[in-house]
């Protein structure tokens, strides 16, 4: 489609009536009087040659920018579709359904609405505390809050990278962690509750380095303690947080476990 437009344009306005011939010699645009040509020297003769006048330029801009428009949608439609695959729930986690029963949520909030300074940035979110407390549906809320803004956003667990890259075989797996490092936001839900494996803990390695070097944004949920975070219990996981934290801010979310207290409510309910 590309070499489509840029094909077509020196030939929008050449169509007779469209232009006049001025007293150069050469064609000029009825409407904006700019040259449709150009003169050009050559050591063995003169040749005209066609060229953009203000209205083409406006023309092609206009058209360069809905492709872009077009292409963009498209991309945050898969996006939308890949975490709606990968977690159902997470459709419905807007800010707009926040019941203000976690006041964490309110450093999300901030963090999707100046989004384009923390991808220029490549500043990212710890979101810690226990289980139950908001910290994937604050993570989830930022993921749809971005996608949209038009930005490209995926929310996977270290357990789920590690299957798409064995399915994606020897020779694209390469290609495909490359994928996920040109993402503008990456969010790691439950860092940690992985088993440690040798294998595993060479995807969350490798993840967590190649997205520091990327210096994009990546924020992680994980029910680890800060203080277990400042003094890991091994030199792998010294080097994993190191690299977290060097990019990104702590939100603990403390609070009573929501999920506990909604399964205790609708049993009661149902007595």
Known sequence: MIEKLVGDIP?????EGSYYIGDEGIKHCKVCDEALE???????GVKKEACMCKCQRDSYNADMAALKTDETGLQIMRYTDINRRLNPWI?????????GSQP????????????????????????????GTGKSFGAACILNSVLNQGYRALM?????????????????KGEYFDDLMNIPLLILDDLGTARETEYMMEITNRVISDRDKSMKPLIVTTN???EDIKNPRNDD??????????????????GTDKRSESAARL???TR
Do not use: H, M
């Open 11 to 15: 030939r929008i306005k050449t169509d």
């Open 38 to 44: 150009t003169v050009v020297r050559w050591p063995w």
């Open 91 to 99: 459709t419905d986690a807007t800010f707009e359904k926040d019941n």
């Open 104 to 131: 964490k949520l309110s450093f999300c909030r901030e963090y999707a609405k100046n989004f384009e300074d923390k991808l220029k940035r490549g500043s990212g979110l710890i979101l810690l505390g226990p289980c």
């Open 156 to 172: 996977i667990s270290i357990e789920k990278i590690a299957e798409q890259a064995e399915e994606a075989g020897f020779e694209g």
């Open 224 to 226: 680890i303690p800060y």
């Open 237 to 254: 996981w010294a080097r994993i947080w190191s690299r977290i934290n060097s990019r990104s801010i702590p939100v603990n979310f403390s």
């Open 267 to 269: 049993r009661d309910e």
